[in-house]
């Protein structure tokens, strides 16, 4: 919805782009991606397409094949290649969130939220005016959630679990109750850490349900570091093993890319 992710397979080499989306996929947007990057389709044995709205785009593009794959399949695949794990749970935090689990033998939805980038920066247009990751991140690191949050120790008076007293009960919880004076670096922060929070609980339940033993969250929101932050700080207090790749916005590109290469076989 947000970001169109290339990854080129040259030789040895893999090469990765992203560009902003504009409207559904379409022959168009496959050549505005792939100019990106001073590239024809022809340039190529053959093209990997995955995301949203897939089947929208044609089976062929100036001779060469665009090789349609299943999302589920791509975000398992290259999860795992990126976190180089043989089986986890991949969460794909992009616009909304999709958790998948995944071996090297294929992969399946197992649960998901709409909450995700997206309601990061719709709730920062609300909230902030502005919808810049970057200056989200920069305010967020430059906050403090606590202006509007309320924390354990003033919800139960103490620790719960592994959680220490200090960790948010309830998210916004303090405006809840009365007007507080907080800034915009103070609001960015409450809004990363909400957000943050739920992607992070969500995919380390998901993973004990599934019985495995790491969780592995990619795609455009871990680019903020703020963001990933949030996720590392949830997995010390849960005790839990979440891995954050670099690149992980080329995840599911790649995971596409590798998947047609299998077939092709």
């Not at 080129?8 to 022959?27: C, F, K, N």
């Not at 290649?81 to 969460?91: G, P």
């Not at 303090?174 to 609980?201: C, F, K, P, Y």
């Not at 995971?255 to 077939?263: E, I, P, S």
């Amino acid at each position: 919805m947000s970001n169109t992710d290339i990854v080129l397979r040259v030789e040895a080499m893999t090469l990765h782009e992203s560009i902003p989306s504009e409207g559904q996929p379409d022959e168009a947007q496959i050549r505005r991606a792939l100019a990106a990057v001073e590239l024809r389709p022809q340039d190529f044995a053959w093209i990997a397409v995955t995301g949203g709205n897939r089947a929208l785009v044609p089976p062929v593009i100036d001779g060469r094949a665009l090789h349609r794959v299943d999302e589920v399949q791509a975000i398992g695949r290259g999860g795992l290649t990126l976190a180089q794990r043989d089986a986890a749970v991949v969460v794909s935090a992009g616009s909304g969130t999709a958790v998948i689990a995944a071996t090297r033998d294929g992969a399946r939805h197992v649960t998901g939220t709409g909450v995700g980038g997206g309601t990061l920066l719709g709730l920062s247009r609300m909230l902030i005016d502005t919808v810049d990751p970057a200056e989200i991140d920069t305010l967020s690191r430059a906050g403090t959630d606590m202006a509007h949050n309320l924390m354990l120790h003033e919800v139960l008076g103490e620790a719960i679990g592994s959680l220490p007293a200090d960790t948010t009960a309830v998210n916004f919880g303090r405006v809840a109750r009365h007007a507080v004076s907080a800034r915009r670096e103070d609001t960015a922060a409450a809004l990363v850490n909400m957000v943050g929070q739920v992607i992070a609980v969500i995919a380390i339940n998901a993973t004990r349900a599934e019985q495995m033993r790491d969780a592995v969250i990619i795609g455009h929101l871990v680019d903020m570091p703020s963001v990933r932050h949030v996720f590392e700080l949830v997995a010390q207090f849960y005790g839990a093993s979440v891995l954050i790749p670099e690149h992980g916005g080329a995840a599911t590109a790649l995971g596409a890319l590798q998947v047609v290469q299998d077939r092709l076989r």
